[in-house]
């Protein structure tokens, strides 16, 4: 009986915040005027967990990948189509670390150590997306929406040039990488400023891998195509 209570309890305090939030009249901020500019301008931080996917040639033990929080910043141009699209470019710079761990069976008939089976993937992307946004009738000081689109990154700790490959300990990632990208978010209208609270993930269309010089290279031999995949949480100001 008391779990009941407690159930019916919540339920009315979750109906009564909601209430609150997006169904009872409030006064809107002065900031409403931001959504009636063509350009408008602003900042975004967060962070991003950063992912590889990768397609074998043969059936062997999955590649392990570490993956580890980073941090990134940027700028964010919006222009207005209409009251419900708006076409962004939010160019930013992001810093992540991934580490890669190979099963044994990838070095059968050689001799290695235990650092040949990681490699650290240290990346600074220099990230820069086209997004259309695409939001819903603003509700009180709130406005959700989703936003999808293309973007091009180039990899500052990329290695591509560097004549050394996993031989000699060095990771190798081509520099330039295509992404297409989809999220979600809701923009809420404080009294001086937007705050914009976000979710995106974004999946890379080319392969990244530079190969190493043996053909038969138990880092790279083996995999027909690395592609990175992530996920960034966006906090943008306007």
């Given amino acids: 009986m008391r779990k009941t209570i407690y159930v019916i309890a919540l339920l009315l305090t979750f109906q009564n915040v909601s209430a609150q939030l997006f169904t009872k009249e409030k006064v809107t901020n002065s900031i409403d005027n931001i959504d009636k500019k063509f350009l408008t301008w602003g900042y975004f931080i967060g ?92 509700i009180n000081n709130f406005k959700p929406f989703i936003v999808g689109g293309v973007s091009a990154a180039l990899n500052l700790s990329s290695n591509q040039d560097n004549p050394n490959d996993n031989s000699s300990g060095e990771f190798r990632m081509t520099k330039n990488t295509y992404f297409y990208e989809i999220g979600f978010g809701i923009d809420m209208y404080l009294l001086y400023f937007k705050f914009t609270p976000s979710i995106r993930g974004i999946f890379a269309m080319n392969d990244e891998l530079i190969r190493d010089t043996a053909t038969n290279s138990p880092w790279t031999g083996n995999v027909s195509k690395m592609q990175t995949r992530g996920v960034f949480i966006n906090f943008t100001f306007q």
């Fill in 47 to 138: 962070f991003n967990q950063y992912d590889f996917n990768f397609d074998y040639n043969e059936d062997l033990k999955d590649i392990q990948v570490d993956k580890s929080f980073g941090f990134h910043l940027g700028l964010v141009g919006d222009m207005r189509i209409n009251d419900y699209l708006n076409l962004r470019l939010e160019p930013g710079v992001f810093f992540t670390t991934r580490n890669l761990r190979y099963d044994e069976s990838y070095f059968a008939g050689m001799e290695f150590n235990d650092s040949d089976l990681l490699r650290e993937v240290k990346s600074t992307y220099v990230h820069v997306p086209l997004l259309l946004k695409v939001s819903t009738k603003r």
